[in-house]
């Protein structure tokens, strides 16, 4: 069942025509934030309903966590009644959003010009793989091509020495949240305004973008001053600390850090040549090789007391099942349980707060096609027009 939406979005209604995570993530968040979200499907379904583990087929962890509190609506876009159905949600939609080529989504009659037509304010978001201004608009895209592509993959290996991926769909997420804030502005133009518009955003663009905050550096000038490149986020002693019995992430870094660490530790190496944070940044792969000899005399435990106690960052290095029982998160509420027909599943929320609005896992995924004959009937469109295909009709799950 589907929870009325209480967030700053509540009442605005979504027709998503997303797939994989990119966009999902996008809406998944729009939906947790009060969003009536309508995912259109084709009739075999997102394939990201069976890249993963599940409760049962077409229910993968990866979908349920990034489709839920959304309707599934089955539509055949290859014919005209489903292209119909389409229109008649476009109608009554205040954001449109897609994630195919531009070519395709011209070729199914509903680029811009044809939905703007329809519904002249719609927030109408493309989500590419490139943008289409550019000579590399009709390639295909996914996260692991635009990570090569963005220079990720080569940061990797001024990092570890080897060519490689983070180890997370960095792009896929980078350019949901891309696009999520992009939709928001040109929602909040058209409050302002009541006018629609056309929003475009490119996973290249967007995680070229991501890269160059911190790695432009030296080449954002004219002349270049030096390499595009950061050299502490890709120096290769940039790693978790080895210590005694495990491993510490911590961060020695501006000077009243590094003089309450020096002043506690009292390490031989340290002198005046690395008491300020510029005198530190030119030596930096020097700088840690030092601190990770030292991190070596004590025990992850005894290091984080003592760092804590100076106020210097310090972490355990966790994996990802620890999260799901981390002291912090749970006198948070992060962690959100919804119960569904599969069992109850535990959500990890909304990272926002709201005082007036807050926002909620917005109930469980959606079997496919689960909400097809609803949401038309809602719109009065005749039901024969809505069975384009499987439709599963059905509990959210």
């Not at 966009?23 to 890249?51: F, L, N, S, W």
Request: glycine share 10%.
């Amino acid at each position: 069942m589907l929870m009325p939406g209480t967030g700053p979005l509540s009442e605005v209604r979504v027709v998503d025509l997303t797939a994989m995570v990119m966009g999902p993530y996008c809406t998944q968040i729009m939906a947790d934030m009060g969003a009536e979200v309508i995912k259109v499907e084709p009739p075999g379904g997102d394939d990201t309903r069976h890249i993963s583990v599940g409760p049962e087929p077409g229910m993968g962890g990866v979908f349920v966590n990034v489709n839920r509190g959304k309707r599934s609506v089955v539509l055949d876009l290859r014919s005209a009644a489903g292209k119909e159905s389409l229109r008649r949600l476009v109608e009554r939609c205040d954001v449109f959003i897609h994630s195919m080529r531009a070519r395709a989504i011209d070729r199914l009659g509903f680029g811009y010009a044809a939905v703007s037509a329809v519904n002249p304010s719609v927030v109408y978001t493309n989500c590419y793989g490139y943008g289409r201004r550019g000579p590399d608009a009709d390639l295909t895209a996914y996260d692991d091509t635009i990570q090569a592509e963005c220079g990720l993959a080569y940061a990797q290996q001024r990092l570890t020495g080897e060519v490689g991926y983070a180890g997370t769909v960095l792009a896929d997420k980078v350019t949901g949240l891309t696009a999520l804030y992009a939709t928001m502005m040109a929602l909040f133009h058209r409050e302002r305004t009541g006018d629609g518009q056309e929003v475009e955003v490119g996973m290249f663009e967007a995680m070229a973008a991501f890269m160059l905050v911190e790695h432009a550096n030296g080449a954002l000038f004219s002349p270049p001053l030096g390499a595009a490149e950061y050299p502490r986020a890709v120096t290769p002693r940039r790693r978790p600390y080895r210590t005694r019995d495990g491993h510490l992430s911590a961060l020695v870094y501006n000077d009243k850090q590094w003089s309450a660490f020096v002043g506690a530790v009292r390490p031989a190496w340290a002198g005046a040549h690395f008491a300020t944070l510029e005198q530190r940044a030119r030596r930096i792969d020097t700088v840690y090789g030092l601190l990770a000899e030292t991190f070596l005399e004590r025990t992850t435990l005894e290091w984080l007391t003592l760092l804590r106690s100076l106020d210097i960052p310090a972490a355990p290095v966790r994996d990802l099942d620890e999260l799901f029982h981390h002291p912090h998160l749970d006198a948070t509420g992060f962690f959100e349980t919804v119960d569904t027909p599969n069992g109850p599943v535990r959500f990890p929320g909304p990272p926002t707060w709201f005082s007036r609005t807050p926002g909620r896992v917005a109930g469980p995924a959606p079997r496919l096609g689960a909400h097809t004959r609803e949401v038309l009937a809602a719109l009065d469109v005749p039901a024969e027009s809505g069975r384009t295909g499987r439709t599963d009709e059905g509990k959210s799950g």
